[in-house]
């Protein structure tokens, strides 16, 4: 079983700063991919950056210059530093994880409980 817990929402002015967390831990040998996306109400849910085991990354256009993915692979954290927040940035952002449960069986999915966030102006 695979658990991801979501920490660093809240509440910011338009302009701040906040810095989200994203832990793996449970039954994997190795992460793939690790993303984040949001989901703002009566909207779908969008990815906003992925991150790939090989390092590359990629954002939405709304964020990029603005927000950046990392990740701690001793860790098994991703991570999702948002600067210059605009209020049309206020949504649930969830994490999500491709993990190998074994190297013998083939890649699964799996999303955070979400974190909320939301920009006032």
């Known amino acids: 079983q695979v658990q991801l817990v979501e920490s660093g929402g809240g509440l910011v002015q338009a302009g701040g700063s906040l810095r989200l967390s994203c832990a793996a831990s449970?039954?994997?040998?190795?992460?793939?991919?690790m993303a984040w996306y949001r989901q703002a109400p009566g909207k779908q849910r969008e990815l906003v950056a992925g991150?790939?085991?090989?390092?590359?990354?990629n954002y939405a256009d709304s964020v990029k210059g603005r927000f950046t993915i990392s990740r701690d692979s001793t860790k098994n954290t991703v991570y999702l530093q948002m600067t210059s927040l605009k209020p049309e940035d206020t949504a649930v952002y969830y994490c999500?994880?491709?993990?190998?449960?074994?190297?013998?069986?083939?890649?699964?999915?799996?999303w955070g409980q979400g974190t909320q966030v939301t920009v006032s102006s």
């Open positions: 449970g039954g994997f040998v190795y992460i793939n991919d």
């Open positions: 999500n994880v491709d993990v190998r449960p074994a190297w013998t069986l083939p890649s699964t999915n799996h």
């Open positions: 991150f790939t085991a090989t390092g590359t990354t």
